[in-house]
């Protein structure tokens, strides 16, 4: 079972390792828009602006809006920084990305009949990014209180240790479901040893036993810790709408989506002094690595409707994203002691398919556009992540009962606000401001996200247009611990904070 081998490594969350899965599902579940750069700009406050290929991701209405036809193109770049605190050393990690957020074509047909009735059919086709899991951070510092190795020991305790071996008749890391590959790892590197006349309970290399028979650090430890994530979610969009006499436009999309995500996590202790360590303990490094690949498919409807002269409302709702997903993962430790002796263990590379299905999502939205020039608007959107459904390839549920169960305790419906705000001082030029705010969907760790931005739009004669926004994610902070605690001993709590910076610039033609 994947949740009993893909939850081996140490992590930069304030969680327990078995809901590894279940947050994996929730990471596939969730969707932090980006835009075109006039969306992003105004927030992504469109579920009732329409008139934006990137906004057929939100509501399918939003093409029924076109008199026209549309091509746009949305490059830019993406920066996320991390700040650590950890054993009173800071470091920070800023990442620059290049991002291709948005590539669209709407199509316009007019029909013909008159005043009343069905006035247009659009067709569009889009590829709207909906999330980025690009980040980097790294932790450091000494520690002489508790190590990796330590609580690795205790959390084996129970296991006859001639179970963990690795010999030509028997592979632990399939045959042995009762340990975890980075305990494995460790023993047969030498990294832990059995306590004397035991051969169920262990000690790590990095301590000794005192002259009172109590297990104690050997010494000061350079810890450090670095993490890479890469991957993000995207979405092929098919659409179709309608207008019915300039006051109702009803869309309808079918959605592709594809994620990648990409996770290397390096964890390493090094002895200050060697000579303090009973083992000959000089150094480890754990290595863990993991990639996720996956598609699904959506549906979604919605509508756009203009009961009065300047005021739009609009709605939308969207079916789950059945997603099928395959993971990938593997480990390896690398351990040297002061005698010379080294070790360098790989795990084989584990495999697993496996389905989750999305939440429902809902939005709702006004606006309000005071001629021409300019307008405001106001989103919220709805999502149950409570609701999130995790199965094997064949569809069973029962054998994902402990991370269902997770999921159902401890994540909850969170919405989206969406605020946005233009207005054109002169001809052809437009200024935007926007904000965001994305609720925390746990209940008892993570944070809320808020989202700044702002930018201009150009329009020039010959149907062309260049629209330019920049969009600031605000700083969060959040506690996290790259081990557990063990008894007699606390893992140091360092502190991380994370903000970033997204900058776009849409090219468009309108013809």
């Known amino acids: 079972m994947k949740r009993l081998t893909l939850t081996l490594f140490a992590t930069v969350v304030t969680l327990c390792l078995n809901a590894q899965g279940a947050m994996d599902a929730l990471r596939f579940s969730q969707i932090r828009y980006e835009g075109t750069a006039r969306s992003m700009a105004m927030g992504n406050a469109f579920t009732s602006l329409g008139g934006d290929s990137y906004s057929i991701s939100i509501n399918p209405a939003s093409s029924g809006i076109y008199r026209y036809s549309e091509f746009t193109i949305t490059p830019g770049l993406s920066l996320e920084r991390n700040v650590s605190d950890y054993l009173s050393n800071k470091e920070s990690e800023n990442w620059i990305r290049p991002v291709l957020s948005n590539l669209g074509f709407i199509t316009n047909i007019k029909t013909g009949s008159g005043h009343s009735g069905v006035k247009s059919i659009s067709f569009g086709v889009a590829i709207n990014r909906l999330n980025n899991f690009s980040s980097r951070s790294f932790s450091y510092g000494i520690n002489s209180q508790s ?76 810890q450090e810790f670095y993490r890479e994530t890469t991957g993000n979610i995207s979405e092929v969009v098919f659409n179709t709408a309608v207008n019915i006499s300039d006051k109702l436009f009803i869309g309808a999309n079918i959605g592709v989506q594809s994620l990648y995500y990409s996770d290397y996590q390096r964890f390493s202790e090094s002895a200050i002094n060697p000579a303090n360590f009973q083992s000959r303990f000089s150094s480890f490094r754990h290595v863990y690595r993991q990639t996720s690949n996956g598609a699904g498919v959506n549906f979604k409807v919605g509508l756009i409707a203009l009961p009065v002269e300047g005021l739009r409302v609009g709605a939308s709702i969207s079916t789950p994203t059945w997603q099928f997903i395959n993971d990938k993962w593997d480990e390896s430790i690398d351990a040297r002691y002061s005698d010379g002796y080294t070790s360098n263990i790989l795990s084989p590379v584990g495999e697993y398919n496996y389905r989750v299905n999305t939440p429902f999502r809902w939005n709702i939205g006004a606006s309000y556009v005071f001629g021409k020039s300019g307008l405001i608007s106001a989103d919220y959107e709805s999502t149950d992540y409570s609701s999130i459904l995790m199965l094997t390839e064949s569809g069973d549920k029962h054998e994902f009962r402990v991370d269902n169960n997770y999921i159902k305790d401890n994540f909850r419906s969170a919405g989206i606000l969406r605020l946005g705000a233009e207005i054109k001082p002169v001809p052809n030029t437009a200024l935007r401001a926007g904000y965001t705010k994305y609720d925390n969907p746990e209940k008892n760790f993570g944070y809320d996200v808020h989202m700044v931005s702002g930018g201009l739009g150009f329009s020039g004669r010959g149907g062309g247009f260049l629209d330019i926004a920049l969009q600031k994610r605000l700083g969060n902070r959040e506690n996290y611990s790259l081990y557990d605690d063990y008894t007699n001993h606390k893992a140091p709590v360092g502190k991380m904070e994370m903000d970033g910076w997204r900058f776009l610039v849409t090219l468009g033609f309108r013809f």
């Open 147 to 222: 190590s990796w190795l330590g609580s690795l020991a205790e959390g084996l305790g129970g296991v006859f240790k001639g179970n963990l071996d690795i010999n030509d008749n028997w592979n632990p890391f399939f045959d042995f479901p009762g340990a975890k590959w980075r305990e494995i790892l460790a023993w047969n590197s030498n990294l832990l040893d059995p306590l004397p006349d035991s051969d169920y309970d262990y000690i790590g290399a990095t301590e000794n036993i005192n002259s009172l028979g109590r297990i104690v650090i050997g010494g000061p430890l350079n």
